[in-house]
């Protein structure tokens, strides 16, 4: 390297260009071999860096999503759930649900694909350029205990719970809440009413929901009264997709319909 580039470099950084140092040579080298005016090259440079910083910022933002496994929509056989309409995710999936702060409620049955729709429609909301927090229930309320007892819940509030563009809650019903824990998610709920978007998803039809909230039946209609008011519900049924290979390897009988 000589002493040019070094002090090119060395002003990059300082600009916080991090890219530019390492891009500009070849960036360099092309436009002279283009002949290309001055302001092109210059136009291209920032371009580059540009982009490479979008890239980056996503790929942090996937990372602190906390995102399960990555899956698309793309990979989502729409043929295998009943209760899945290909137009419906499509639509939901161009993200106007965010901007007018509605849910998205996912219900059904153990690998009927609720979490990778889940997350594949937080993909679509990072690649957006929007922040996205991925968290399962059972998680979420030890956190929110964690932060009631150490006299953070303020904090956990204002950064955790409505920091993101989207909030999405798996596997809401899996297992049962203590009372404190049912307030505190009621609390959740109630916080991002019509101010931002979740997704949950629960093995548990509605009217069951009450059963994971500490049986407290005036609580939990008070969340979904606020949950479902502006909410998008997709109601999936069928068997498990994780046994479907199974059952053709002829490991798994199919169930015998009454
Ligand atoms: P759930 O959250 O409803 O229990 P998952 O979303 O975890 O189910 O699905 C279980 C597995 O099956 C995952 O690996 C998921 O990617 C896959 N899967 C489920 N449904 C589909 C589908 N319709 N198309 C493609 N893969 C699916
Ligand atoms: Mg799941």
Request: include cysteine; hydrophobic fraction near 40%; aromatic fraction near 8%.
């Amino acid at each position: 390297m000589n002493l040019q580039q070094e002090r090119i470099g060395h002003l990059c950084r300082q600009l916080k260009l991090e890219s530019m140092a390492t891009l500009y040579p070849a960036v360099a080298q092309d436009a002279a071999r283009d002949a290309l005016p001055y302001s092109d090259f210059l136009e291209r440079l920032l371009e580059r860096e540009t982009r490479l910083r979008q890239e980056r910022t996503r790929e942090v933002m996937l990372r602190m999503a906390g995102f399960p496994a990555i899956k698309t929509l793309e990979e989502f056989d729409f043929g295998f759930a009943c209760g899945v309409q290909k137009s419906q995710i499509q639509e939901l999936a161009g993200l106007a649900f965010l901007e007018r702060a509605e849910n998205i409620v996912l219900i059904g049955p153990s690998g009927i694909g609720k979490t990778h729709l889940a997350t594949a429609m937080g993909i679509r909301t990072t690649q957006a350029g929007l922040k996205v927090k991925f968290i399962s229930a059972a998680d979420l309320m030890l956190q929110l205990g964690a932060a009631q007892r150490q006299g953070r819940l303020k904090e956990y509030f204002n950064r955790t719970v409505m920091g993101p563009s989207l909030l999405i809650v798996d596997e809401i019903g899996y297992l049962p809440f203590g009372r404190e824990e049912a307030n505190l998610f009621f609390q959740v709920v109630a916080k991002r009413y019509e101010k931002g978007s979740m997704i949950l998803s629960s093995n548990l039809p509605f009217g069951q929901w009450a059963t994971t909230f500490a049986d407290d039946a005036t609580l939990t209609a008070a969340m979904l009264d606020r949950l479902l008011h502006h909410a998008h519900i997709v109601s999936m049924s069928g068997e498990s997709y994780r046994l479907k290979d199974k059952r053709k390897a002829g490991a798994v009988k199919k169930p015998t319909t009454p």
